[in-house]
């Protein structure tokens, strides 16, 4: 097996899952896995859903090609059957599985690829010893798998989002897997990003099928895969920091989400309209624009972690280079800066305008407009405006 073996998987997980997706979506139809639209939803039609069965077609095709058919591959692969499974249940049966019953299905999914040896056993940090987490390495494990599915299952909510998202992640991850001689995971990356591509193509708005959780649970299965054999099962010493910098755009959307509703004394697991494109939405940003800047926000963060990868910023012994340095500032500053913009000039100052001509034209006073608009920023709760593109 070698690299070039990722880039067959890419392509054929991608054709893969271009060409089952509408089978998918008839699959949909007749089981009623259909997603209409609600108070919280941005689509305006029922839309079928199961498209990531076609996502795991693809997977499981390139996987059962290009990866060594090991009990390791046999394990990640069973695993991911598995929740893309649970998750087909829930997006069928009216109502869904209960919040118990899916997370039990999450752990259930986890926990086959981490007894097989899937997981981290210690942690290679910059500038001190390498942390041990000896017997509460398969807990710990199995809490990151299980938090990242929901990370993923958080952003699914506007058309192409989390398939693209994933796909800029997931390719990412790899070319650093491959970089650092992790072939096995930078193949499973190229195949996973190649499926959500191939699944993208019916995804992006106006969307004809959704993944559903059959899709988002299991794009997460697999990047928190990726993340443990492809970056921090290896001596990298910035190797805790790449997932963190990839994974960046939908954590952040789920830490705020999660912090509101405890903040609001709300069930973590309770649908809302708190998430970044909800506010996007609500601040008159169409589907594809809101999901275009989130991809420009992803590919900056991705950015960044090639460079931590690639740049040869510091010598051996740390010292830093002062050339190289400079190069990595830059980097950082984009991040930084294209975070900035979105969550600040994008969700506050902008909505404030947006929001000071509408409640100006209610007669209300200057200062309840202020009152007005300084509750809905810390609430996340306001009528949306009309779209500017």
Known sequence: ??????????????????????????????????????????????????????????????????????????????????????????????????????????FAAALIPVLADVRVENITLPFVEPLDFGNWGIPLTLLGMVAVMNVVNFTDGVDGLAAGVCAIAAATFAIIALSLDRVDAGVLAA?????????????FHPASVFMGD?????????????AIQ?????????????????????????????????????????????????????????????????????????????????????????????????VMVGFGLTAFAASLYLVLVLEILKFRRFRERQLRKQALSEEEIQEEIAREVETGEFEAVEPSG
Do not use: C
């Open 214 to 226: 059959s899709g988002s649970n299991l794009l997460g299965f697999l990047l928190a895969v990726i």
């Open 191 to 203: 195949a996973t990003a190649g499926a959500s591509v191939g699944f993208l193509r019916h995804n």
């Open 1 to 106: 097996m070698n690299d070039l073996d990722a880039l067959w998987a890419f392509l054929i997980a991608g054709v893969t899952a271009l060409a089952v997706t509408p089978l998918a979506a008839r699959l949909a139809h007749g089981m009623g896995a259909i997603d209409r639209p609600n108070g919280r939803s941005l689509h305006d039609r029922p839309t079928p859903s199961l498209g990531g069965l076609a996502i795991l077609a693809g997977v499981l095709l390139a996987g059962a090609v290009f990866l060594p058919w090991s009990e390791e591959t046999r394990a990640i692969l069973g695993g991911g059957a598995l929740i893309a499974v649970v998750g087909a249940v829930d997006d069928a049966l009216e109502g869904g599985l209960s919040p118990v019953v899916k997370l039990a299905g999450q």
């Open 230 to 326: 492809g970056v921090l099962k290896t001596a990298a010493v910035v190797a805790l920091f790449f997932p963190l910098v990839i994974l960046a755009v939908p954590a952040l959307d789920a830490t705020f989400v999660v912090a509101k509703r405890i903040k609001h004394r709300r069930p973590v697991y309770s649908a809302d309209r708190w998430h970044f494109h909800h506010r996007f939405s609500n601040i008159g940003f169409s589907q594809r624009r809101t999901v275009l800047y989130l991809y420009a926000w992803t590919v900056s963060l991705a950015a960044l972690a090639l460079a931590l990868r690639f740049v040869p910023y510091s010598e051996d012994d740390g010292t830093l280079r002062v050339g190289w340095t400079a």
